[in-house]
Protein backbone atom coordinates (compact mmCIF):
# COMPACT_ATOMS: atom_id res chain seq x y z
CA UNK A 1 0.00 0.00 0.00
CA UNK A 2 1.42 3.75 -0.86
CA UNK A 3 2.10 5.97 1.73
CA UNK A 4 0.63 9.58 1.94
CA UNK A 5 4.05 10.84 0.87
CA UNK A 6 4.29 8.30 -1.73
CA UNK A 7 0.73 8.68 -3.23
CA UNK A 8 1.58 12.73 -3.23
CA UNK A 9 4.93 12.34 -5.19
CA UNK A 10 3.23 10.03 -7.94
CA UNK A 11 0.89 12.32 -8.37
CA UNK A 12 3.38 14.78 -8.81
CA UNK A 13 5.22 12.50 -11.51
CA UNK A 14 1.95 11.77 -12.91
CA UNK A 15 1.24 15.82 -13.49
CA UNK A 16 4.50 16.11 -15.14
CA UNK A 17 4.49 13.43 -17.20
CA UNK A 18 1.34 14.78 -18.98
CA UNK A 19 1.68 18.95 -17.93
CA UNK A 20 3.65 19.58 -21.40
CA UNK A 21 1.41 16.77 -23.56
CA UNK A 22 -1.74 17.98 -22.57
CA UNK A 23 -0.52 21.89 -23.23
CA UNK A 24 0.40 20.50 -26.90
CA UNK A 25 -2.64 18.91 -27.40
CA UNK A 26 -4.41 22.10 -26.38
CA UNK A 27 -2.74 23.86 -29.00
CA UNK A 28 -3.71 21.54 -31.59
CA UNK A 29 -7.56 21.92 -30.88
CA UNK A 30 -7.14 25.72 -30.78
CA UNK A 31 -4.97 25.50 -34.23
CA UNK A 32 -6.07 22.86 -36.08
CA UNK A 33 -2.38 22.31 -38.92
CA UNK A 34 -0.33 24.26 -36.05
CA UNK A 35 3.31 23.57 -36.34
CA UNK A 36 5.73 22.20 -33.79
CA UNK A 37 7.72 25.75 -33.83
CA UNK A 38 4.65 27.60 -33.35
CA UNK A 39 3.44 25.56 -30.11
CA UNK A 40 7.14 25.41 -28.91
CA UNK A 41 7.38 29.30 -29.25
CA UNK A 42 3.36 29.74 -27.62
CA UNK A 43 4.33 27.73 -24.67
CA UNK A 44 7.93 29.06 -24.16
CA UNK A 45 9.31 25.44 -25.01
CA UNK A 46 12.69 24.71 -25.85
CA UNK A 47 12.83 23.44 -29.59
CA UNK A 48 14.61 20.13 -27.86
CA UNK A 49 11.52 19.73 -25.07
CA UNK A 50 8.75 20.22 -27.63
CA UNK A 51 10.04 17.65 -30.02
CA UNK A 52 10.90 15.17 -27.00
CA UNK A 53 7.03 15.25 -25.98
CA UNK A 54 5.80 15.21 -29.42
CA UNK A 55 7.79 12.44 -29.99
CA UNK A 56 6.55 10.86 -26.98
CA UNK A 57 3.38 11.75 -28.49
CA UNK A 58 3.35 9.95 -31.22
CA UNK A 59 4.84 7.01 -30.05
CA UNK A 60 1.67 6.42 -27.96
CA UNK A 61 -0.79 7.24 -31.18
CA UNK A 62 -1.93 10.63 -30.25
CA UNK A 63 -0.66 12.68 -33.07
CA UNK A 64 1.30 12.39 -36.17
CA UNK A 65 3.81 14.94 -37.87
CA UNK A 66 4.28 15.79 -41.16
CA UNK A 67 7.39 18.17 -42.54
CA UNK A 68 5.64 21.77 -42.88
CA UNK A 69 6.37 24.07 -45.87
CA UNK A 70 9.62 25.53 -45.33
CA UNK A 71 9.19 29.12 -45.13
CA UNK A 72 12.59 30.77 -45.91
CA UNK A 73 13.63 31.27 -42.69
CA UNK A 74 13.87 29.19 -39.28
CA UNK A 75 14.54 25.72 -39.27
CA UNK A 76 12.80 23.11 -40.69
CA UNK A 77 9.46 22.32 -38.66
CA UNK A 78 6.37 19.62 -38.94
CA UNK A 79 2.88 20.27 -38.28
CA UNK A 80 0.66 18.30 -36.03
CA UNK A 81 -1.84 16.67 -36.54
CA UNK A 82 -4.09 13.47 -34.88
CA UNK A 83 -3.09 10.34 -35.70
CA UNK A 84 -4.56 7.76 -37.69
CA UNK A 85 -5.04 5.46 -34.55
CA UNK A 86 -5.75 8.06 -32.42
CA UNK A 87 -8.35 8.50 -30.07
CA UNK A 88 -11.72 9.55 -30.95
CA UNK A 89 -14.97 11.07 -29.63
CA UNK A 90 -18.54 10.81 -31.24
CA UNK A 91 -20.56 14.01 -31.23
CA UNK A 92 -24.45 13.64 -31.54
CA UNK A 93 -26.91 16.97 -32.59
CA UNK A 94 -30.63 16.05 -31.96
CA UNK A 95 -32.55 18.55 -33.01
CA UNK A 96 -36.47 19.19 -33.88
CA UNK A 97 -36.78 17.24 -37.13
CA UNK A 98 -33.64 15.44 -37.22
CA UNK A 99 -29.91 13.79 -35.85
CA UNK A 100 -26.67 14.12 -36.78
CA UNK A 101 -24.14 11.75 -35.70
CA UNK A 102 -20.11 12.83 -35.79
CA UNK A 103 -16.72 11.60 -34.85
CA UNK A 104 -14.03 13.79 -33.68
CA UNK A 105 -10.12 13.30 -33.63
CA UNK A 106 -8.13 15.40 -30.99
CA UNK A 107 -8.36 18.48 -32.79
CA UNK A 108 -11.96 18.39 -31.99
CA UNK A 109 -13.48 19.11 -35.54
CA UNK A 110 -16.29 16.66 -36.27
CA UNK A 111 -17.02 15.14 -39.16
CA UNK A 112 -20.43 13.84 -39.72
CA UNK A 113 -21.10 9.70 -40.32
CA UNK A 114 -24.62 9.40 -40.48
CA UNK A 115 -27.96 11.72 -40.31
CA UNK A 116 -31.37 11.06 -40.13
CA UNK A 117 -34.74 12.85 -40.14
CA UNK A 118 -36.76 11.78 -37.45
CA UNK A 119 -40.23 13.89 -36.94
CA UNK A 120 -41.67 11.62 -34.84
CA UNK A 121 -42.49 12.64 -30.90
CA UNK A 122 -42.34 9.01 -29.77
CA UNK A 123 -38.82 9.61 -28.12
CA UNK A 124 -38.19 5.73 -27.52
CA UNK A 125 -37.92 5.25 -31.16
CA UNK A 126 -35.93 8.98 -32.01
CA UNK A 127 -33.31 7.38 -29.40
CA UNK A 128 -33.25 3.81 -30.56
CA UNK A 129 -32.81 5.10 -34.22
CA UNK A 130 -29.66 7.70 -32.75
CA UNK A 131 -28.50 4.48 -30.35
CA UNK A 132 -28.08 2.00 -33.83
CA UNK A 133 -26.11 4.63 -35.35
CA UNK A 134 -23.67 5.87 -32.62
CA UNK A 135 -23.30 1.90 -32.20
CA UNK A 136 -22.13 1.73 -35.94
CA UNK A 137 -19.30 4.29 -35.69
CA UNK A 138 -18.79 2.14 -32.15
CA UNK A 139 -18.35 -0.65 -34.20
CA UNK A 140 -15.86 0.85 -36.90
CA UNK A 141 -13.59 2.72 -34.38
CA UNK A 142 -13.61 0.36 -31.69
CA UNK A 143 -11.25 1.14 -28.45
CA UNK A 144 -10.23 4.66 -29.72
CA UNK A 145 -13.76 5.81 -28.99
CA UNK A 146 -13.24 7.59 -25.65
CA UNK A 147 -16.24 9.65 -25.17
CA UNK A 148 -19.68 10.34 -26.33
CA UNK A 149 -21.72 13.18 -26.14
CA UNK A 150 -25.16 14.54 -27.15
CA UNK A 151 -26.49 17.82 -27.89
CA UNK A 152 -30.03 17.85 -27.46
CA UNK A 153 -32.98 20.42 -28.27
CA UNK A 154 -33.79 20.17 -24.54
CA UNK A 155 -33.46 21.44 -21.39
CA UNK A 156 -30.94 18.95 -19.40
CA UNK A 157 -30.54 18.53 -15.40
CA UNK A 158 -27.94 16.57 -13.95
CA UNK A 159 -27.01 15.33 -17.31
CA UNK A 160 -30.54 13.63 -17.93
CA UNK A 161 -33.04 15.29 -20.69
CA UNK A 162 -35.99 16.84 -18.38
CA UNK A 163 -38.22 18.64 -20.65
CA UNK A 164 -38.08 19.51 -24.25
CA UNK A 165 -40.74 22.35 -25.72
CA UNK A 166 -39.38 21.88 -28.97
CA UNK A 167 -39.47 17.82 -29.32
CA UNK A 168 -42.45 17.69 -27.55
CA UNK A 169 -40.78 15.23 -24.51
CA UNK A 170 -40.71 15.32 -21.33
CA UNK A 171 -37.86 13.69 -19.12
CA UNK A 172 -36.78 10.79 -21.95
CA UNK A 173 -33.50 9.13 -20.65
CA UNK A 174 -30.54 8.79 -22.78
CA UNK A 175 -28.02 6.15 -21.13
CA UNK A 176 -29.01 3.86 -24.26
CA UNK A 177 -26.72 5.78 -26.19
CA UNK A 178 -23.75 4.55 -24.69
CA UNK A 179 -22.44 1.93 -27.10
CA UNK A 180 -20.73 -0.08 -24.54
CA UNK A 181 -20.43 -0.05 -20.89
CA UNK A 182 -18.52 2.25 -18.93
CA UNK A 183 -17.51 4.82 -22.06
CA UNK A 184 -18.57 8.43 -20.56
CA UNK A 185 -22.16 9.59 -22.36
CA UNK A 186 -22.33 13.32 -21.89
CA UNK A 187 -25.83 15.31 -22.45
CA UNK A 188 -26.02 18.78 -23.22
CA UNK A 189 -28.45 21.56 -24.27
CA UNK A 190 -27.70 22.42 -27.70
CA UNK A 191 -27.33 26.28 -27.32
CA UNK A 192 -25.48 25.55 -24.49
CA UNK A 193 -23.33 23.23 -26.18
CA UNK A 194 -23.15 26.26 -29.49
CA UNK A 195 -22.53 28.80 -26.78
CA UNK A 196 -19.39 27.28 -25.50
CA UNK A 197 -18.22 26.28 -28.97
CA UNK A 198 -18.88 29.81 -30.08
CA UNK A 199 -16.33 31.06 -27.36
CA UNK A 200 -13.70 28.77 -28.29
CA UNK A 201 -13.64 28.04 -31.97
CA UNK A 202 -16.19 31.00 -33.39
CA UNK A 203 -16.93 34.34 -33.47
CA UNK A 204 -16.27 34.66 -29.40
CA UNK A 205 -12.77 33.23 -29.25
CA UNK A 206 -10.40 35.01 -27.30
CA UNK A 207 -13.00 36.44 -25.31
CA UNK A 208 -13.21 35.84 -21.42
CA UNK A 209 -16.77 36.22 -20.71
CA UNK A 210 -19.01 35.39 -24.08
CA UNK A 211 -23.06 35.54 -24.14
CA UNK A 212 -24.39 32.98 -26.91
CA UNK A 213 -28.33 33.91 -27.60
CA UNK A 214 -29.78 32.06 -30.67
CA UNK A 215 -33.63 31.32 -31.77
CA UNK A 216 -34.56 28.17 -33.05
CA UNK A 217 -38.02 27.48 -31.09
CA UNK A 218 -37.73 29.96 -28.47
CA UNK A 219 -34.45 31.52 -27.08
CA UNK A 220 -31.72 29.40 -25.82
CA UNK A 221 -27.76 30.26 -24.82
CA UNK A 222 -25.46 30.62 -22.32
CA UNK A 223 -23.00 32.58 -20.62
CA UNK A 224 -19.26 30.92 -21.10
CA UNK A 225 -16.49 31.72 -18.93
CA UNK A 226 -13.19 31.09 -19.97
CA UNK A 227 -14.50 28.54 -22.42
CA UNK A 228 -16.77 26.62 -20.29
CA UNK A 229 -20.73 27.73 -19.95
CA UNK A 230 -22.43 28.32 -16.77
CA UNK A 231 -24.90 26.09 -16.28
CA UNK A 232 -25.57 26.34 -12.50
CA UNK A 233 -26.30 24.44 -9.62
CA UNK A 234 -28.08 21.29 -11.70
CA UNK A 235 -26.96 21.70 -15.32
CA UNK A 236 -30.28 23.85 -16.19
CA UNK A 237 -28.90 27.08 -16.60
CA UNK A 238 -29.31 29.39 -19.44
CA UNK A 239 -32.87 29.35 -20.25
CA UNK A 240 -33.15 32.72 -21.12
CA UNK A 241 -36.51 32.27 -23.04
CA UNK A 242 -38.13 31.25 -19.93
CA UNK A 243 -37.07 35.40 -18.50
CA UNK A 244 -40.40 37.25 -18.31
CA UNK A 245 -39.92 39.51 -20.92
CA UNK A 246 -42.68 38.80 -23.31
CA UNK A 247 -46.51 39.02 -22.69
CA UNK A 248 -47.68 38.61 -18.79
CA UNK A 249 -50.97 37.45 -19.99
CA UNK A 250 -49.37 34.65 -22.10
CA UNK A 251 -48.72 31.04 -20.77
CA UNK A 252 -46.09 29.54 -22.51
CA UNK A 253 -45.64 25.72 -22.77
CA UNK A 254 -42.65 25.31 -20.68
CA UNK A 255 -45.78 25.71 -17.70
CA UNK A 256 -44.35 29.59 -17.12
CA UNK A 257 -46.05 32.96 -17.71
CA UNK A 258 -45.30 35.83 -19.47
CA UNK A 259 -41.88 33.88 -21.08
CA UNK A 260 -39.58 36.06 -23.57
CA UNK A 261 -40.01 32.99 -25.72
CA UNK A 262 -43.31 33.35 -27.39
CA UNK A 263 -42.24 37.30 -27.85
CA UNK A 264 -39.20 36.70 -30.20
CA UNK A 265 -40.10 33.49 -32.85
CA UNK A 266 -42.18 32.66 -35.29
CA UNK A 267 -45.18 32.43 -32.85
CA UNK A 268 -44.50 36.05 -31.99
CA UNK A 269 -44.70 36.87 -35.74
CA UNK A 270 -47.79 35.19 -36.51
CA UNK A 271 -49.72 36.26 -33.07
CA UNK A 272 -48.76 40.07 -34.36
CA UNK A 273 -50.46 39.04 -37.95
CA UNK A 274 -53.85 37.84 -36.22
CA UNK A 275 -52.77 34.45 -37.54
CA UNK A 276 -52.95 30.77 -35.57
CA UNK A 277 -49.95 29.94 -33.87
CA UNK A 278 -47.30 27.93 -36.31
CA UNK A 279 -46.77 24.31 -35.87
CA UNK A 280 -43.25 24.78 -36.89
CA UNK A 281 -41.96 28.39 -35.94
CA UNK A 282 -39.06 28.30 -37.11
CA UNK A 283 -39.90 27.64 -41.00
CA UNK A 284 -43.17 30.63 -40.05
CA UNK A 285 -40.83 32.74 -39.29
CA UNK A 286 -38.39 32.47 -42.02
CA UNK A 287 -40.81 32.51 -44.41
CA UNK A 288 -42.44 35.69 -42.86
CA UNK A 289 -38.68 37.06 -43.59
CA UNK A 290 -39.22 36.42 -46.82
CA UNK A 291 -42.56 37.92 -47.39
CA UNK A 292 -41.30 41.08 -45.15
CA UNK A 293 -40.13 43.25 -48.41
CA UNK A 294 -43.18 43.26 -49.58
CA UNK A 295 -45.81 43.65 -47.33
CA UNK A 296 -46.14 46.07 -44.82
CA UNK A 297 -48.20 44.10 -42.45
CA UNK A 298 -45.53 41.27 -42.12
CA UNK A 299 -42.39 44.04 -42.25
CA UNK A 300 -44.01 45.55 -39.06
CA UNK A 301 -44.79 42.37 -37.24
CA UNK A 302 -41.02 41.22 -38.40
CA UNK A 303 -39.82 44.51 -36.50
CA UNK A 304 -41.92 44.34 -33.50
CA UNK A 305 -40.64 41.03 -33.05
CA UNK A 306 -36.77 42.19 -33.80
CA UNK A 307 -37.90 45.19 -30.84
CA UNK A 308 -38.82 42.58 -28.27
CA UNK A 309 -35.65 40.50 -29.15
CA UNK A 310 -33.29 43.60 -29.14
CA UNK A 311 -34.56 44.55 -25.52
CA UNK A 312 -34.27 40.98 -24.44
CA UNK A 313 -30.38 41.07 -25.32
CA UNK A 314 -30.28 44.66 -23.73
CA UNK A 315 -31.65 43.15 -20.12
CA UNK A 316 -29.23 40.25 -20.23
CA UNK A 317 -26.13 42.56 -21.33
CA UNK A 318 -27.01 44.51 -18.23
CA UNK A 319 -27.45 41.52 -15.75
CA UNK A 320 -24.56 39.65 -16.96
CA UNK A 321 -22.00 42.21 -18.30
CA UNK A 322 -20.48 39.86 -21.59
CA UNK A 323 -17.72 41.08 -23.32
CA UNK A 324 -19.32 40.36 -26.73
CA UNK A 325 -22.86 38.65 -27.76
CA UNK A 326 -23.26 36.12 -30.39
CA UNK A 327 -26.34 35.48 -32.20
CA UNK A 328 -26.98 31.81 -33.64
CA UNK A 329 -29.83 30.36 -35.30
CA UNK A 330 -33.09 32.57 -36.50
CA UNK A 331 -31.68 35.33 -33.89
CA UNK A 332 -29.11 37.08 -36.53
CA UNK A 333 -31.80 36.53 -39.78
CA UNK A 334 -34.09 38.49 -37.41
CA UNK A 335 -31.66 41.34 -36.07
CA UNK A 336 -30.66 41.96 -39.90
CA UNK A 337 -34.40 42.02 -41.51
CA UNK A 338 -35.54 44.92 -38.98
CA UNK A 339 -31.83 46.41 -37.48
CA UNK A 340 -33.22 49.55 -37.23
CA UNK A 341 -35.92 48.57 -34.69
CA UNK A 342 -33.73 45.89 -33.35
CA UNK A 343 -30.50 48.44 -32.34
CA UNK A 344 -33.12 51.30 -30.84
CA UNK A 345 -34.71 48.56 -28.63
CA UNK A 346 -31.09 47.46 -27.50
CA UNK A 347 -29.83 50.73 -26.65
CA UNK A 348 -32.91 51.91 -24.89
CA UNK A 349 -32.64 49.11 -22.92
CA UNK A 350 -29.52 49.39 -21.80
CA UNK A 351 -28.31 51.09 -18.32
CA UNK A 352 -26.94 54.79 -19.07
CA UNK A 353 -23.63 53.87 -18.36
CA UNK A 354 -23.27 50.88 -21.19
CA UNK A 355 -24.65 52.95 -23.83
CA UNK A 356 -21.19 54.60 -24.99
CA UNK A 357 -19.39 51.31 -25.18
CA UNK A 358 -21.49 48.44 -25.36
CA UNK A 359 -20.61 45.12 -25.73
CA UNK A 360 -20.31 44.21 -29.60
CA UNK A 361 -23.33 42.07 -31.01
CA UNK A 362 -22.27 39.83 -33.94
CA UNK A 363 -23.60 36.67 -35.88
CA UNK A 364 -22.25 33.26 -34.54
CA UNK A 365 -19.63 31.68 -37.01
CA UNK A 366 -20.14 28.09 -36.65
CA UNK A 367 -24.04 28.10 -37.95
CA UNK A 368 -25.94 24.95 -38.00
CA UNK A 369 -22.63 22.93 -36.22
CA UNK A 370 -22.50 25.00 -33.60
CA UNK A 371 -23.85 21.98 -31.41
CA UNK A 372 -22.25 19.54 -32.74
CA UNK A 373 -18.61 21.82 -32.06
CA UNK A 374 -19.76 22.07 -28.69
CA UNK A 375 -20.61 18.19 -27.95
CA UNK A 376 -16.92 17.21 -29.96
CA UNK A 377 -14.98 19.50 -27.20
CA UNK A 378 -16.93 18.93 -23.86
CA UNK A 379 -16.71 15.04 -25.01
CA UNK A 380 -12.84 15.55 -25.50
CA UNK A 381 -12.42 17.69 -22.47
CA UNK A 382 -13.26 14.38 -20.92
CA UNK A 383 -10.62 12.95 -22.48
CA UNK A 384 -7.69 14.98 -22.97
CA UNK A 385 -7.03 14.90 -18.69
CA UNK A 386 -4.42 13.43 -16.52
CA UNK A 387 -6.67 10.11 -16.01
CA UNK A 388 -8.05 10.44 -19.62
CA UNK A 389 -4.36 10.10 -21.26
CA UNK A 390 -3.19 7.56 -18.27
CA UNK A 391 -5.74 4.88 -19.51
CA UNK A 392 -4.91 5.73 -23.04
CA UNK A 393 -1.54 5.23 -22.38
CA UNK A 394 -2.25 2.05 -20.56
CA UNK A 395 -4.19 1.17 -23.77
CA UNK A 396 -1.57 1.59 -26.11
CA UNK A 397 2.09 0.39 -24.04
CA UNK A 398 3.27 -2.81 -22.64
ZN1 LIG B 1 -41.44 29.35 -20.65
Not at 30 to 44: E, I, N, W
Not at 216 to 226: F, H, N, R, W
Request: aromatic share 4%; glycine share 12%; proline share 6%.
Amino acid sequence: MASPTGRARSVRARDARWRGALAVLDEMRRRPGVTRADVARRLALSTGSATEITARLRELALLSETPAAATGRGRPTTVLHPHPRGPVVIAVDLRQEDWRCAVAEIDGRPRVSEEGRHGSRHPAKVVAAVGEAVRRVHDRFGGRVRAVAVAVAATVRHGAVVQSATLGWDAVDLTGLAPAPGLPLLVGNDATLAGAAEARYGAAAGAGTALHVTIEVGVGGTLVVDGLPIEGATGAGGEFGHLPLGDPALRCPCGALGCWDLAVDGRAIARHLGEPPPRDPRSYAQAALARAEGDAAVRSAVGRTASGFGRGIAGLINALDPGIVTLGGFAEPLRAAAAEEFAAALTDGLMRFRRADPPPVVAATLGDDGALHGAAAIALDRVLTEEGLDAWAADHTG
